[in-house]
Structures are given as structure tokens and as C-alpha cells.
């Protein structure tokens, strides 16, 4: 407990002498429009700190703190990372790294990937020069991921894909992709592998897809006769399907622990204060005042369950089925805090552009939109739903 206090000292003054503070809070426009930091060769950095603080973070390997050292990672242990991200949130310290490589892929290839393919992809997504988009979902392969068809064809020295995938997230900005492929078309589940390859290799075409948010983070991406290196396969050749659901427990995780989020309901009650208006202190809309209460207790609730669940991983040294119930849970605690943000706002609420909205109402409406693909995104809830009953209650199926 000494060591792990001495730790917290040196770390909290390393981060007060290193952290910029345009990095710290939640300053706009700092970097890219969504104000975050994604890495890749095409990252354009708006504010010079944040790249500074990218670099910083990246050189003691604490954009990855757990990875080992020798791959570029900060060598901690799972406590000193916690004291790492208590004392960075205490700070107020803006996370230096958003990453589909952090949080997806890097796990799966310390799991499962040779040295040569360690040593080469690791640093790389620690230091954010290299963005990662993920190859899953396809037009008739999406709950049923399983059904996948893009085909992968041994010619010797290489290997050449056609296919299509569809909602692969960033693709359009993103450099390499971590992708699915049919290498066996007698077998379901055993016919598949999971390879690497670069996104600018010839016959690769994302195409964006706009969302009824406005907005276009989701890709339609065309494989024809891609040639992929053979060294890029990861693990064995049609073995791609227990790493596949590996990573998605990861995509889980990381979405039920940050990615959506169910909020503390505080903010919520402020703006309805504002445009609803308040009655001897509280919010004049007893209904409204009711539902925002309820809804952070289930906020509440919801992050007791991600600290116990993450306990739980931590044992197992991995995540466990029970992230499904999390990734469900913030799912639906996201759709309806977007909902009541949006009746919150009043007729503000219903603004999509023009002078007689503010930026407010604005968001609101499109975040809310966005949010109707949370259910969707990362397994749907009714798969998720399933694996609960299945993984995580050990129900079986009625005959």
C-alpha cells in the first residue's frame, strides 16, 4: 500500500507538470470536430498541446498503461492503472488517445498474436500513428455475424479478399483494418480467420453512410481482390472465430464502461431547471422532476455494477460474459437520458438547424437521434440479451 501511494505522489506531479491545460476539462475545439483525439496518419491536430500531450503520455506508455513495456505499453499493474485514471480524472486531464486499437484489438493481439505481429502493430496503436476500423458486420451478416461471406482465397504467396462489410465505424479516416473473413466455405463457424491489412491497399473502398443524426461515422466498405500478406493473419487459419469473440467482449467492455454511459443525471436537472423552470427550488414539472430522479438511479446503479463486473474481469484476467449485461444496460440508460435531455429543452428540443434554436436544443435532437443506434452498435441488445440468459444465468433452451 506504501509503494501504491508513492505511486499516486510522483504520478499526480508528473501529470500536473506534463498535462497542458487546454487539455484539461472539457475545452472545445481542441482537436478534431468531435473533440477527440484519434491518431493515424490522418490526424490534424487544431491545438499544438494536443499532440504535445499525446506524445507525453505515449512516451511512458501510458496510453496503453497495462501492455507491456517491451510492446511500447507503461508495464503497470491493473492498481496503478486505477490510480492512474482516478488522479487524470481528479486533474480534469482530457484522455490523450481514443483508440479502436486500445480498446479492441491491442488486447486480443497480446492474447493471441505471434512476436513479429506484436512488435510491429503494438507501439504503433500506443503511440497513435496507426488507426484501426473493425471488419464485422455484414449486409446479411449482422446478428448472425457468423453467416459472414467476404472470401479470403490462398494464392500461394499472398492472400486475396472480395467482399463487402457494412457500419465499419471510421473506416473512411482510418489507416489499417482488423477484419473477418470466410476462409472455408464448407464450414460455419470454423471457416473463418481474422486478419490485418492496410486500408490505402488497391481495391479498398469505404463509403460513408449518413446517419438521421446528420452525421456520417459509419462506412459501406468494398473488398475487391484485396492481396493481403500471408504474415497478416492472426492465430490459425479458420480459427478466427474465437478471436473474433474475444474482441467483441472487449468492444463491450469498453462501450459499457465509457462509451455510451448512462450520466449522473445532474446536468440533466440543471437544463430542465433552465427551460422548464423551477417551483419553491425544484423543477416545476413534478413528472419530468420524477423520471430524471429515477433515471439517475439507475445511473447510479448501473456504475456499481460496471466497478463489480470489472472486478470480476480482473479475476478472470479478461472480460467475462457479464459485460453484455452492461453493454445492454448502457444502451438503454444513454437512449434515455438523450430523450430526457430533448423534453427537458422544451421546444428547443426540436431544433435541427436555423437562427430560432440554440447550439443546445441543436445537439440535443441529434444526440438523441445518434443514440437509437446504441441498441444496435456492439451487438444488438436482444443478442446481448441472450448471451445473459445463456453465458451469464446458464439458462437453456425450451425444445
Not at 271 to 279: H, L, M, N, S
Amino acid at each position: 500500500m506504501a509503494d501504491l501511494e508513492k505511486f499516486r505522489s510522483e504520478t499526480r506531479a508528473w501529470l500536473q507538470a506534463n498535462c497542458p491545460a487546454s487539455m484539461r476539462g472539457d475545452a472545445p475545439g481542441i482537436t478534431d470536430d468531435d473533440g477527440m483525439v484519434w491518431g493515424g496518419r490522418k490526424q490534424v491536430f487544431k491545438n499544438p498541446d494536443a499532440k504535445l500531450w499525446l506524445d507525453r503520455m505515449a512516451e511512458r506508455g501510458w496510453t496503453a498503461p497495462t501492455w507491456p513495456k517491451e510492446y511500447g505499453g507503461g508495464g503497470l499493474s491493473r492498481d496503478e492503472a486505477k490510480v492512474l485514471q482516478q488522479e487524470m480524472a481528479k486533474l480534469r486531464c482530457r484522455p490523450p488517445l481514443f483508440s479502436f486499437g486500445l480498446w479492441m484489438l491491442g488486447p486480443v493481439l497480446l492474447e493471441y498474436a505471434n512476436e513479429e505481429q506484436k512488435k510491429e502493430h503494438l507501439p504503433k496503436i500506443v503511440r497513435g500513428e496507426i488507426r484501426w476500423c473493425q471488419g464485422y458486420s455484414e449486409p446479411g451478416a449482422g446478428s448472425d455475424l457468423a453467416g459472414l461471406k467476404t472470401k479470403c482465397e490462398d494464392k500461394g504467396d499472398h492472400y486475396l479478399i472480395n467482399g463487402q462489410k457494412i457500419w465499419t465505424s471510421y473506416a473512411d479516416q482510418a489507416d489499417w483494418i482488423f477484419c473477418l473473413v470466410r476462409t472455408d466455405t464448407t464450414k460455419k463457424h470454423e471457416g473463418i480467420s481474422f486478419i490485418l491489412f492496410d486500408m490505402t491497399s488497391p481495391g479498398v473502398e469505404p463509403r460513408p453512410i449518413k446517419l438521421i443524426s446528420g452525421s456520417s461515422p459509419f462506412c459501406e466498405t468494398f473488398f475487391t481482390d484485396v492481396k493481403v500478406p500471408k504474415k497478416n493473419l492472426v492465430g490459425k487459419l479458420n480459427g478466427g472465430w474465437e478471436i473474433a469473440k474475444r474482441l467483441l467482449q472487449y468492444e463491450r467492455q469498453n462501450i459499457s464502461s465509457g462509451g455510451f454511459g448512462g450520466g449522473s443525471g445532474v446536468e440533466l436537472e440543471d437544463v430542465a431547471k433552465e427551460y422548464v423552470g423551477e417551483d419553491d427550488g425544484k423543477l416545476a414539472d413534478a413528472d419530468l422532476r420524477a423520471r430524471i430522479a429515477a433515471h439517475r438511479m439507475d445511473a447510479r446503479a448501473f456504475a456499481l455494477t460496471v466497478r463489480r463486473v470489472e472486478e470480476e474481469s480482473k479475476a478472470m484476467k479478461g472480460p467475462s460474459p457479464a459485460v453484455s449485461v452492461i453493454k445492454y444496460m448502457a444502451a438503454k440508460l444513454n437512449q434515455d437520458r438523450t430523450e430526457l435531455l430533448v423534453e427537458a429543452l422544451g421546444t428547443q428540443g426540436l431544433g435541427w438547424e436555423g437562427e430560432g434554436f440554440d447550439t443546445a436544443g441543436i445537439a440535443a435532437m441529434r444526440a438523441m437521434l445518434r443514440a437509437k443506434g446504441n441498441s444496435i452498435e456492439g451487438g444488438t441488445s436482444e443478442v446481448n440479451l441472450n448471451v445473459v440468459a445463456k453465458r451469464v444465468l446458464g439458462l437453456m433452451d425450451h425444445q
